[in-house]
């Protein structure tokens, strides 16, 4: 495939992964209202290693919303969360990927890191897709 740049770009992204109506829907589900949410959820694409070890690397990005806190406390537990909650839908997000990335189904397996705070209103959780 050629440059994983001009696969994986925001429009892209945003059909894989609809950030206004995943971040509602989460925040309802969580809390029984979406304007209860700290932070919008938007996946955004980072980088591709290729060779022998190839991998796609993606952020999840929580951008804090106006007059919310982004506090470390409600975002350091959010990897256990996606990994589970039907409407973030980890296993069908990357199969998506995946199938964009022109991988085939059982050659690939996906990692998803850690919280890290890049700021006071942006915090971020790696996604990686790993071709087996």
Known sequence: M????????PSCLEGLFPAEERTAAFFDALFGDAEDGAYDIRLTFQRAREGAAEQLEFFFELHQRRGMCLACNLTHGLPQVFRRHPVIALNDLCAGIARRAGWTD????WELGETEEVSDSLHVIPLKLMKN
């Open 2 to 9: 050629g440059s994983y740049q001009s696969v994986f770009t």
């Open 106 to 109: 059982g050659e690939w397996s």
